[in-house]
């Protein structure tokens, strides 16, 4: 893929990082912020959370929960307010996690894209839970992507009994679909960018990224290729975002080997003229696991991932990432939460 020249780079527009911005809870791990300036004119974070009683990971996968949080500013500190989608029983597609939010507002209806999941197991209540467990296994399997809608960034949300992107057998995306990343055309159809794996003998392939579009955000969704947007030999990438621009799409998303901009798990930012030929930016790196924070020190977190964009005007003002300490790794992780990079002019 060619790249294509760019002005500054992102990544070297951003500005030193508020120590207290962002959000956290206590006793939860807290992940996957979304942002979105509600009608009351406060800053609105749609993010996931699950119990400290489970382990990291696996636990979003059986446990996770999407809630609001609300600041004044987009730097926060954010603060709860209230669970926006939680456990609704094994039956529904999404009936015992929901996670991966990116909310959006279309014309007066704010609509919350998400990744849902269930298993027919019991609860996980005072047992250690592995990869291996049941729950874990079929809990993955059954990620899928739908929507919520509502009239309010304060609900009520109206959910639905079926997803958006379904998986499809025999294709990229046959195991599942996941960390969904819509974006609104002019004419109104969403152009929605998402993490695939497909089904490989009881196990899943490799994380791959698909293109689907919708002539609104109700769908139905139409797969755009037969295969990835990007060649799974060289592109191992996962948690797309992707914005529309006057030239076509641009899209950040995590390097999982660091191959493509020299930093294992940092982000790229690429280009496309149409949403489905994609092609790196010359200055591909789109952002770093080392924070310069307010107070003056640099550091290196364990995980910073799951990236979202602020717009305002039509410029992106803020980055929202899911961040963790320690050495590197969901396991290592002692304290999760979602930090906030503001963003300085071209």
């Known amino acids: 893929m060619k790249s294509m020249d760019t002005a500054k780079s992102l990544f070297e527009r951003f500005l030193p990082a508020p120590r207290n911005g962002g959000f956290r809870m206590l ?8 942002v979105i300036k509600g009608e009351d004119g406060r800053f609105h974070m749609f ?6 009683s489970l382990p990291m990971h696996p636990g979003w996968i059986v446990a996770s929960e999407v809630v609001r949080a609300v600041s004044y500013t987009p730097e926060g500190p954010y603060s709860f307010e209230e ?9 529904y597609w999404d009936g015992r996690s929901t996670h991966n939010p990116h909310i959006m507002k279309i014309g007066h209806t704010y609509v919350l894209y998400y990744m849902g999941s269930t298993h027919p197991f019991a609860d996980v209540i005072g047992e250690e839970l592995t990869l ?19 009239n309010s960034v304060f609900g009520p949300w109206q959910r639905y009994d079926t997803p958006i992107q379904p998986t499809r057998p025999g294709h990229f995306d046959s195991f599942l679909t996941s960390n969904p990343a819509p974006c609104l055309n002019p004419d109104g159809s969403i152009l929605l960018i998402y993490k695939a794996r497909s089904y490989e003998g009881y196990k899943h392939g490799e994380m791959t990224i698909g293109a689907s579009r919708g002539d609104t955000y109700m769908g139905p969704y139409q797969v755009q290729l037969e295969g990835p947007i990007f060649p799974p030999e060289t592109f191992h990438l996962e948690d797309p975002f992707v914005w529309k621009t006057s030239q076509g799409y641009e899209l ?10 020299g930093e294992k798990h940092c982000g790229i930012h690429a280009f496309s003229p149409n949403g489905i030929d994609w092609m790196l930016q010359s200055n591909p ?24 964009l602020l717009f305002e005007n039509g410029k992106p003002t803020h980055l929202f990432a899911a961040t963790a300490d320690g050495p590197g790794g969901f396991q290592q992780a002692t304290e999760t939460w979602n930090m906030v990079i503001p963003i300085g002019n071209e």
């Open 47 to 52: 993010a996931s959370r699950w119990p400290k």
């Open 27 to 34: 006793d939860y791990w807290v992940w996957c912020g979304s």
């Open 132 to 150: 291996d467990d049941p729950r874990t296994i079929v809990g993955r399997s059954n990620k899928r992507i739908g929507i919520a809608t509502s």
């Open 252 to 261: 950040i998303a995590k390097d999982m080997d660091g191959t493509l901009c």
């Open 285 to 308: 790196k789109a952002y770093s696991r080392t924070v310069l924070w307010d107070d003056g020190v640099v550091q290196t977190m364990g995980s910073l991932e799951r990236p979202f």
């Open 83 to 91: 669970v926006v989608l939680p456990a609704r029983g094994a039956e």
